[in-house]
């Protein structure tokens, strides 16, 4: 079907000047000079055979067949310059920016991301480590997974791992020195993270040994690396339970008490308001929740 259809560039130029209400301001936009943008709208004019604005020396006002003009053009080079977009990102990669806790990230994003990835193989993920809060976080952000319940201004927070603490350590080691109860914790090395300091004293003394010396204490800097250590054999560490799953079902460590489990935060997205509707983001945040509750 033949359209009848005036040149695009006065089209451009009568949608930016009377968007501004300026043709000085159009041709800032369109990056052209006034005389271009004038003499645009004058074709455009005497294409339609109407006057599409008035003159008043500097400044120049829509008539009302402009201004009904303009709302069904603006509409239409808005749908083709999102129609462009979409086409040009079809089959591009989308990056998605992740920043999350980095025992989270080792012990549980990472061994499972390759199945995100076959599912959404457009998104390229970008992911970055960090325990800061997102407060102090210097570095922009699409998806940040942080523990919650927590208040984040401009943000969408979403829990979708929960979580808990045991005593974890290698089937090695508990064969050389049985647990057979949590005073036989007293022959073990026990292993600190630096910053969760307090951890080993709650759990002693939810299991009714407060105040417990072990045989050694050995403190780490960091949460993951008091796992490492505790599949090393080098002793006893607290392990979250959703962290240490896949290890123990692949019998690399073991949980020698039943119980007690210190409840811990649980996982959140948190995605700031103005990412909210994207689509990889949605997909990822969707991702997650699936692949906590296989």
Sequence with gaps: MLRRLPP???????????RHASFTRAAEELRVTHGAVSRHVQALE???GQPLFERHNRRVV?????????????????????????????GRPRLLRVNALATFTLRWLIPRLSGFQRAHPTVEVRLTTSNVPLANLAEPFDVAIRGGPDL????????????????????DL??????????????????????????????????????????????????????????????????????IADDVAAGR???????PALPARSYFTYVPEA????????????????????
């Design 8 to 18: 695009l560039n006065a089209l451009k130029a009568f949608e930016a000047a009377g």
């Design 46 to 48: 005497a294409w339609l």
């Design 62 to 90: 829509l008539t009302e067949a402009g201004a009904s003009y303009l709302a069904e053009v603006g509409a239409a080079l808005d749908r083709i310059a999102l129609a462009t977009t979409r086409q040009l990102e079809r």
């Design 152 to 171: 984040r201004p401009n943000h969408i927070g979403r829990p979708f791992l929960t979580e808990r603490r045991i005593p974890v350590c290698s089937p």
């Design 174 to 243: 508990l064969r050389r020195l049985p647990l057979t109860e949590a005073g036989a914790l007293r022959q073990h090395t026990l292993l600190h993270a630096a910053t969760l300091p307090q951890v080993w004293p709650q759990w002693l003394e939810a299991a009714g040994v407060p105040g417990l010396e072990p045989q050694a204490s050995v403190t780490l800097e960091h949460f993951y690396l008091t796992l490492q250590a505790a599949l090393d054999g080098l002793g006893v560490a607290m392990g979250p339970e959703r962290l």
């Design 253 to 259: 460590l073991t949980c020698p008490f039943a119980g």
């Design 275 to 294: 990412r909210a509707d994207d689509p990889a983001v949605r997909a990822f945040c969707a991702w997650l929740v699936a692949a906590a509750d296989p």
